[in-house]
């Protein structure tokens, strides 16, 4: 008996990914390709962005790159314009460019949480409100549209402490509150917004907090499933969140950490 192949989840889907140049945000750029979406690479070094774009499309997908800085309102609307001038439209928003800066709380700079809330938490409010203004203008114009899905980068961090860390603890926490409002905005639009909470994922941000075998294995003996996550595993629920394949969920965000919350 032959089995028929699932047709891809987002076939003629446009999306924008924020940090997409690398690291998670590639991998799930990697997913929503796989399911058949086109996919604009956003970040904040266009280099980066424009090789791993090509490398998609040597894949054989349909992949763009655009300069952003997501603490930039203007380059969150070139990011969203870029998408609806090569393809159209905009139907999916993954913010998840973010980055960490560590140190003991007591000698926290401000400049370093500044930094980091602006990138983690101001830059997802950027980033999804141009979406979602494209998104609502997009169903006003046509009301056969099928509808939005955004879909904010998270963390573990954003429910388990670490001292080190006070400020992307912070702005992931805020990511989660600002997801959960923008859910209950957009609904009536046709927009659903979920979060993606990873845990210890294999990136140069883990890199640069677990900067030594110890720590490292500090990591593993705390992570159930007993291994660092891949790129990949995260791109693939983000990926399901961004498709119908969720479409009665919004406002919700889903932890892909090896376990590591279960053991709260
Ligand atoms: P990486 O550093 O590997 O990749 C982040 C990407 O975002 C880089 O290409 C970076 O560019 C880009 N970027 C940084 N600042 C900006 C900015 N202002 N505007 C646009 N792009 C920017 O990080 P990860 O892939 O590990 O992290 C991605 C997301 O996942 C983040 O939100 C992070 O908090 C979250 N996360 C990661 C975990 C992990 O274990 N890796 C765990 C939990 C959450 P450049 O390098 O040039 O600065």
Partial sequence: MSVAAAAPRLAGKVAVVTGGA???????ARSLCKEGAK???????????????????????????VKCD??????????????????????IMVANAGIVKAAPFLDMSEQDFDDVVAVNLKGVFLTC?????????????????????I??????????AIPSIAGYN????????????????LAPHG???????????ATDVLASVATDEAARNRILSRTPLGRIGEPDEIGE???????????????QVLYVDGGRLALN
């Fill in 22 to 28: 690398r690291g998670i945000g590639l991998g799930c």
């Fill in 39 to 65: 996919v604009v690479l956003a970040d904040v070094d266009l280099a980066v962005a424009q090789r791993s774009a090509g490398e998609l499309a040597a894949a054989g997908h349909a992949a763009a790159a």
């Fill in 70 to 91: 997501v603490r930039i309102k203007a380059d969150c609307e070139a990011a969203v314009k870029a998408a609806v001038t090569q393809w159209g439209k905009l139907d």
């Fill in 129 to 149: 409100q141009a979406a979602a203004r494209q998104m609502v203008a997009q169903k006003a114009a046509d009301p056969a549209w099928g509808g939005g899905a």
């Fill in 151 to 160: 879909v904010t980068m998270s963390s573990v961090n954003a429910v388990m």
């Fill in 170 to 185: 912070a702005s992931k926490g805020g990511v989660n509150g600002l997801m959960r409002c923008m859910s209950l905005a």
């Fill in 191 to 201: 927009i659903r917004v979920n979060g993606v909470g990873p845990g210890s994922i």
């Fill in 237 to 251: 629920v983000v990926a399901f969140l961004a498709s119908d394949s969720s479409s009665y969920m919004t406002g």
